[in-house]
Each structure stands twice: as structure tokens, then as C-alpha cells.
């Protein structure tokens, strides 16, 4: 056997490296948590994306900066954790207000005690005054357009906020909640960050930031002087994990306790198998619409998209997505939002009828579409889509491409269908507003989502903003979305909700049916046994 | 030497310029930009339009350009658009775990592949040979994301002796190496592939030279015969291919950094093309030609030293 030495070359190397494995051990390489001390308790968090956007809290919208911020930041006033109910909005920073007859004039006072993270003391007036106008400037916040009915923002005295209003809002309240530009940030901060509010990240929540790698993780450590208690948790580590097979198998080995699932009823089934795994699935559900873009040919023709609305076969989506994490849904209001309404035109499934349609709007051959899609979300049902509008007539030819170039084709009418999901501040102004006012339609300066250049409910959706009476105005947002639906601005198809894997060791303390970040909320209370 | 090495490093110069230029102006082509990642899908067009302002993106492509320039003449790679971070400290963060995770994946490849390819060749047409051959294709083949699931699945899972997340911040050693050897396997096995068959190949084309048949007749043993004349020839140009490869595991790093949860240029390249950090892509293209130059260098070096007939003036 004249060649052995070249095998024990590679046997020997092959044997080095396993004893190496073997001699490193998985337990020294857990996660950055391992490296505190064992009797700590810290919980492990896997989101999806490569990495934060901000953490300033008034510069972005994406899922995986708002569940951060939710346990970084605080505002005047929050949904109670685990809910997202209007109704029920509860006094944080302010401990109580008051607003006049006319609803003009809110007044807030705050509770005296709250300090921000780290040495930047107790929140006054000033960082509340400061933190409104922030978030109202296009300048320094993404969410300039909620505010813009706002005239004036007053410190009265240090623990007095006095806002008044141009015109009535349908939850003024909603605006200073505990949730994107109703976030408060410390003015001091602000001004020594330079413009660079990522780097600070002073909030007023229940976790504070210790250490921030980009691309890799954000490091939380409990608020020891939180108001309302030191948290149960000391340490939360963010991790950004990519790669959805990833997330599932670092929580197998045991390496998260807290991660981003997928909307996906196979995956749902295949995950409930773990042991130590509760899925949680929760609001605020995301209406998934396909918006029909009324200016250009050929959805101008509103038997062509009648032709589109009776090709659609929602309990097929339901049945494809999974029953457990998406609900039907025949308006274009997410469910559950105040003043939704289902007691719109229902569009019946029938494929004959659609072609009909397309015949009489001078198509007899049917048409053929072609649509840009994102591809980071609807990949999958896009298929189903395409069979069924096929069976009516309608060829679409999909143009899958990357989700950032997706949404600036998107803004700019590249694409006649946009099959797009979304969730709002749970009361219909907002929703309705974006997605349906003329005045949010691309091309305008005031764009946002308006993708199918929808200008039927403008009215009703503008009366409803500034309406005293509570019956009057729940009417005009049941008449708008009746108006949207008949006019087929957009055929709605169904709500996705939230979907995450939690260990069952982790404890909320609190339920948890809904939650404003998408994320869920890890408070005071929340512990890790 | 030193004025080889300085030579080369200048004609690196216009080449990395040239690549960062295009960058720079692809990057700005493609639809979609940071200020739209930052703000997410709900912004408005009024506040999109303000934060391209605060970047500097409202500017004329030209005299962005020119600003990019004077900040590369100050040797400054600028600050990346979405953490506002220094990209050369963002770059120098996380290149030592590239480099540690590339250089695993050659050694891996060398360590192991050499051997297989010398084995296979000396077996032509045998057992040991029809598995290397068939080995090395399934190595080759098999795409880095796939055989890295694979990998967890069996190492981290079902036999635990590694982490799924293969991030090596938890300062220990053990805890470093521990978290590199999944992703460098997976990342190496294509290069080991390649070399097994390079030195297969190689070999054989040696083997049957005159100056082989000579040292046999002249009674070395076989073992002198194999290590000392046919490798020492026939395993040149895997110096070569090594430093060609160096670029190609860099770029490859990518999928493997993912998969494996791991710091890395290639997730850092990813972020910023998903986010459209300009800044950053053009800093990152850069350092990348930097590296390859770099390493192209060092390989004609390395090869002047093996091989006497190559003299490096």
C-alpha cells in the first residue's frame, strides 16, 4: 500500500479538526448573551432583515425597527400591552388629560417621576414639546403627514403639554400614543447626537440601549430606574438573522427565545412539533389588497376591474396561506379597526362572468397585465393569483424584483396592479387616507399609498376626519369603504397576522392579542423562567 | 522587490478607482434609494424628498460625484447613509471574521484537496479515485446555502457540537473557532473539490514525464519518487489557483455569512445593496479590489519563491 501516507495526511488533518470541534464545544459559543453572567436572565430575540433601519424612533416605519423601538420607547399615552384597542388607551408618560368642548385642545399632564435612560434626567414639557414638533417635520420624521393638523404645541409649565388642533382628529389620543411619531425622545440628547439619534437611542421604556452592532445585534439591558419597576428581564439581545431556516434552527438548538415566523400555515404546522415552541399569532392583522390602478388603461374601465374582483376566489387564498394566520376579509379596512364595516358589495366568484365583463369593455380576447411584484413578500400566492385571474381571461405577466426597486416602481405607476399589505393605527381614517384619498395618489407631493389612484370616497373620508358625532362619523367610514369597493379601487382579499415562535420558558406577562410594533411587547413584567 | 511591490500597488490604484466609479454610478442608476429604506413603505413623498435632502441625494449625480472624490483623495470612505457609521470602522469591525473565515476555507481546501488529488491520481481509474471524482462533483455542485442547512441541521441539531448562530462575539477562543468551522467547511468544500481535482489532474500530467520514469529507474523509493519530484512540479499552480480562489471565497463568504448568522463583508456588501447604501457599496467595492490586488500580489510572490524558474523583478 504505497500510497498511505497521503491518506493519513487527510485522515490526520480530518481527525484535527474534529478535535478541535470537540475541544471548542457548543456551549462557549451560545449568542453574545453567554458572555454575562450565568444568573442573569436574558432573553434572545431572531428577527428577519439584515439589519435596523433606525433606531430613531421617528425615522422608521419597517417591522424590525418598530418592535425594537416599542421596548425602548415610551409616549404621553400607550395601548395596555398585548392589545391595540382605541378604547382602552391608558396614561403612560402623561398621567392624565383633559380636551375641550370643541376638541381643539387637548391638555396633558405629566406624571412626575419619569426618567429617561441613562443621565438625561426627568422628561419635561420641553422634551415632550420638542419630540411632537420632531416627529411633525418632514425634516426629521417619516411621520410628518400625521401631524399635520396640528397648530400649536405648548409646555404651559414643566409638567403641562398643551396641544392645539387646526381641525378635529378622529383620535387625537392615537397621535401621541406610545407608537411611531407619538414616540418621546429626550431633547438634550437629540441635540448632542447631531442629527445621528441612532447612536443615543434615550428613551423612556422599560429596556435601554447598551451596545448596537450593525448588521449583527442590538444589546438591551434593563431600565433600572423604569417607573413602573426595574424589568424581570436584564439583558435582551436583538439579533438581525436573515435567513428564515436559520431563525427556525438557532431556536431548535436552543439559542433564541424569541423569534419572527413566517406567515405560512406549513410552516405553522411544521414549527408546532417543536417542543418548547408556542406560536403566537396576533394582530394588528395586515390587509392584503390588490390595488387597480383607475388612471391608465385598461383598469380606467370599471368593468375590467369588476372583470378582476369576480375572478377572485378568496377562500382559495385562505386555503393556500393557511386558515391559522390569515382571516377573510371583504372591505378595505384591516379587521377590527374602528369604523370597519363588512356590509359592503360582495363581488361572487364566477370566472364566466368576468370574462363577460371583459367582452362588453371591448376585450373579447381578454387582456394581459403585467405586474411588478416585491420579492420579499405574496411570492408564493402571486401563482395562485396568476391561475385564477387566467381562468377569467386575464394573463399577468409577473415581474418579480428586488423589494427597495419594487417600491420605487411602485411610486412612480410602473405597475398597473399592486398587490401590497399594511397595517395602520386601528381606527379607519388613517387606512382610508392612505390608501384611498386622491391627495395620497403618486405624482402628488402629499403621495403615500394611494396606488390605485382611488378618488371616489374623498369626501366621505375627509368629513368623517373632522365629524363630532361618533354615530355620524362611524356612517361616513362605512359609506367610504362601500364606495371604494363598488367603485373596485381595489379587491381585498384577506388580513395576515402577526406570527412569531416563542419559547414556552418566556412569559409576556401579559396576553397577548395585538400589539402596535408587530412585535410582541416585553415589559416590567415579562419574565424568563 | 520593494519596487515590484510598489509598482503593483500603484496599478491597483486605477483599478480600484475605476470599480468604485462604477459603483457609484449603478448603485445611483437602480431604482429605489436609502431614503426610501430608511423611511419604510409608509412615508410620504414630502418626507422621502426631505431625507434625500439631508443626504445629499437632491444634488447633481456630477457634483456628487466630484464629492466623492475629494473624500477618497483624504483617503475617507465617508459614513454609511443608513447607521451613519464610519464605513472604514464598519469595514475593519467586521473583515477580520472574512478574512479568518476565507483563510479556514483555503487551508480546509488545501489541507484536505491536495492529499485526495495526489491519492486519486496514484489510484487512476481505482476505487479511491472514482470517489474523489465523484466526490469533488457533489462538492462542486452543491450549492453553499443548501450543503450549510444541511450542515446545521446534522452539527447543531441532531448532534449538537456547534452553534446555529455562528457569530463569534463571545470573546473566548473556543467560542471563535467553534463558530468558524460549520461555515468554513461550507464555504471550503468547493475549493477543496477544485483542488482535489487540480492536483488529480495535475499529477497526471507529470506522472508520465521522463525525468519520473528516471527517478524510478534510478531506485528512489516510491514515497521520494511521488513527494519529492512529481508533487514538487505538479503542485505549482495550485499556488496559482489558491490566489485566484482568495477572491472567489471572499465573494462567496456571502450566502455563508447568512446562513450562519456571521459578521462579514459579504453581509455587510448584502445590507447595503438591500438598504441602497451608497456610501457604503462604493467603500465596500474598494476594499474588496484592494484585497483581491492584494492577494494577486502576494501569489506571484509566493510562486517566485517555489519556483526558481520564475524570478519576480
Redesign the interface.
Known amino acids: 500500500m504505497k500510497i498511505a501516507p497521503t491518506w493519513r495526511a487527510g485522515l490526520l488533518a480530518a481527525a484535527a479538526i474534529v478535535a478541535l470541534a470537540a475541544h471548542a464545544g457548543p456551549s462557549d459559543a451560545q449568542t453574545a448573551g453567554a458572555q454575562t453572567a450565568p444568573a442573569q436572565s436574558v432573553v434572545r430575540v431572531g428577527i428577519h432583515g439584515a439589519d435596523i433601519g433606525s433606531l430613531d424612533p421617528h425615522m422608521s416605519a419597517q417591522t424590525i425597527d418598530n418592535v425594537i423601538h416599542a421596548w425602548i420607547y415610551g409616549g404621553l399615552v400607550r395601548f395596555p400591552a398585548g392589545t391595540i384597542d382605541p378604547s382602552r388607551i391608558e396614561p403612560d408618560i402623561a398621567e392624565s388629560w383633559t380636551k375641550s368642548p370643541d376638541g381643539l385642545v387637548w391638555t396633558f399632564t405629566l406624571r412626575p417621576g419619569v426618567k429617561f435612560h441613562g443621565a438625561y434626567g426627568e422628561v419635561t414639557a420641553d422634551d415632550v414639546v420638542y419630540s411632537l414638533k420632531r416627529a411633525g417635520n418632514p425634516k426629521t420624521s417619516a411621520f410628518s403627514s400625521d401631524f399635520k393638523s396640528f397648530d400649536k404645541v405648548e409646555a404651559v409649565d414643566p409638567r403641562t403639554v398643551r396641544i392645539t388642533l387646526k381641525t378635529p382628529v378622529p383620535s387625537l389620543l392615537g397621535l401621541v400614543t406610545a407608537q411611531r411619531g407619538g414616540y418621546v425622545i429626550s431633547r438634550k440628547a437629540d441635540e448632542e447626537a447631531g442629527g445621528q439619534y441612532t447612536s443615543k437611542a434615550i428613551g423612556t421604556g422599560p429596556f435601554q440601549l447598551e451596545e448596537y452592532r450593525s448588521k449583527q445585534f442590538v444589546a438591551l439591558v434593563a431600565n433600572p430606574t423604569y417607573f413602573r419597576g426595574r424589568p424581570k428581564i436584564d439583558r435582551v439581545v436583538y439579533r438581525f438573522i436573515p435567513a428564515n431556516e436559520s431563525r427556525d434552527l438557532a431556536f431548535r438548538s436552543g439559542e433564541l427565545d424569541l423569534f419572527y415566523g413566517r406567515k405560512d400555515q406549513r410552516w405553522v404546522d411544521r414549527m408546532k412539533q417543536t417542543p418548547g415552541l408556542a406560536i403566537e399569532v396576533f394582530g394588528p392583522g395586515e390587509l392584503r389588497l390588490i390595488n387597480l390602478n383607475t388612471s391608465m388603461k385598461p383598469f380606467d374601465d370599471i368593468r375590467v376591474r369588476q372583470a378582476v374582483a369576480h375572478a377572485i376566489n378568496r377562500q382559495d387564498f385562505v386555503k393556500f396561506v393557511g386558515a391559522d394566520v390569515v382571516s377573510p376579509n371583504p372591505s378595505v379596512v384591516p379587521l377590527g379597526y374602528l369604523g370597519y364595516t363588512d356590509q359592503v358589495p360582495r363581488f361572487e366568484y364566477d370566472p364566466e362572468k368576468s370574462k363577460h365583463l371583459l367582452k362588453e369593455a371591448g376585450y373579447p380576447n381578454g387582456i394581459t397585465i403585467k405586474v411588478l411584484g416585491s420579492n420579499r413578500s405574496f411570492v408564493e400566492p402571486y401563482q395562485l393569483l396568476q391561475a385564477q385571474l387566467a381562468k377569467a381571461g386575464i394573463t399577468m405577466e409577473l415581474q418579480l424584483v428586488e423589494h427597495t426597486a419594487w417600491h420605487a416602481q411602485i411610486r412612480q405607476n410602473l405597475s398597473a396592479m399592486v398587490v401590497y399589505t399594511a397595517a395602520r393605527f386601528p381606527v379607519a381614517d388613517i387606512f382610508l387616507t392612505q390608501f384611498f384619498h386622491s391627495a395620497s395618489a403618486p405624482g402628488k407631493p402629499t403621495a403615500v399609498t394611494n396606488f390605485s389612484h382611488c378618488a371616489v370616497a374623498d369626501q366621505e373620508i375627509d368629513a368623517a376626519r373632522v365629524e363630532q358625532d361618533p354615530k355620524r362619523q362611524l356612517e361616513l367610514w362605512h359609506a367610504a369603504q362601500k364606495k371604494i369597493v363598488e367603485n373596485v379601487c381595489a379587491v381585498p382579499l384577506f388580513d395576515e397576522d402577526q406570527v412569531w415562535g416563542r419559547s414556552t420558558k418566556l412569559d409576556f406577562g401579559h396576553k397577548l392579542e395585538a400589539s402596535i410594533s408587530f412585535g410582541p411587547m416585553l415589559t416590567e413584567q415579562s419574565t424568563l423562567k | 522587490m520593494l519596487r515590484f511591490v510598489a509598482k503593483r500597488m500603484m496599478l491597483a490604484v486605477p483599478t480600484m478607482l475605476l470599480s468604485a466609479s462604477v459603483v457609484f454610478f449603478l448603485a445611483r442608476i437602480?431604482?429605489?434609494?436609502p431614503a426610501?429604506?430608511?423611511?419604510?413603505?409608509?412615508?410620504?413623498?414630502?418626507?422621502i424628498?426631505?431625507?434625500r435632502?439631508?443626504l445629499g441625494l437632491d444634488q447633481p449625480m456630477l457634483v456628487q460625484y466630484l464629492g466623492f472624490l475629494g473624500d477618497l483623495l483624504r483617503l475617507d470612505l465617508g459614513n454609511?447613509m443608513?447607521?451613519?457609521?464610519a464605513v472604514t470602522a464598519?469595514v475593519l469591525?467586521?473583515l477580520p471574521y472574512t478574512i479568518e473565515l476565507t483563510v479556514f476555507a483555503i487551508a480546509?481546501g488545501v489541507?484536505?484537496g491536495v492529499?485526495?488529488g495526489?491519492?486519486a491520481s496514484?489510484?487512476r481509474n481505482r476505487l479511491?479515485d472514482y470517489l474523489s471524482r465523484f466526490g469533488s462533483l457533489i462538492g462542486l455542485s452543491c450549492p453553499p446555502?443548501f450543503l450549510g442547512?444541511c450542515l446545521?441541521?446534522v452539527f447543531?441539531?441532531w448532534v449538537?457540537?456547534?452553534?446555529?448562530?455562528?457569530?463569534?462575539?463571545?470573546?473566548?477562543l473556543?467560542?471563535?473557532?467553534?463558530?468558524l468551522?460549520l461555515p468554513g467547511v461550507t464555504l471550503g468544500i468547493i475549493f477543496l473539490a477544485f483542488v482535489a481535482r487540480s492536483s488529480r489532474a495535475a499529477m497526471l500530467e507529470v506522472l508520465p514525464e521522463q525525468y519520473i520514469r528516471t527517478a524510478r529507474m534510478k531506485g528512489l523509493s516510491?514515497?521520494a519518487v511521488v513527494f519529492g519530484h512529481a508533487c514538487r512540479n505538479a503542485l505549482l499552480p495550485i499556488v496559482t489557483v489558491t490566489g485566484l480562489y482568495f477572491g472567489i471565497l471572499m465573494g462567496n463568504a456571502v450566502v455563508t455569512e447568512?446562513?450562519?448568522?456571521r459578521?462579514g463583508l459579504g453581509?455587510?456588501i448584502?445590507?447595503a445593496l438591500?438598504?441602497?447604501d451608497y456610501v457604503m457599496l462604493q467603500g465596500l467595492t474598494i476594499v474588496y479590489c484592494f484585497i483581491v490586488v492584494l492577494v494577486n500580489l502576494v501569489t506571484d510572490i509566493v510562486y517566485g519563491l517555489v519556483d526558481p524558474r520564475v524570478k519576480v523583478r
Not at chain 2, 437602480?30 to 434609494?33: A, F
Not at chain 2, 443608513?82 to 457609521?85: P, T
Not at chain 2, 447568512?258 to 448568522?261: A, G
Open positions: 437602480l431604482p429605489g434609494d426610501l429604506s430608511i423611511l419604510g413603505d409608509s412615508a410620504s413623498e414630502e418626507a424628498a426631505a431625507m435632502t439631508r454609511s443608513i447607521s451613519g457609521h464598519e469591525g467586521v480546509f489541507v484536505l492529499p485526495i495526489i491519492a496514484l489510484a479511491p446555502f442547512i446545521l441541521l447543531a441539531i449538537p457540537l456547534f452553534p446555529v448562530i455562528s457569530a463569534p462575539d463571545t470573546g473566548t473556543g467560542g471563535r473557532i467553534a463558530a468551522i516510491e514515497r447568512i446562513v450562519f448568522t459578521p453581509k455587510l448584502i445590507g438591500n438598504s441602497r
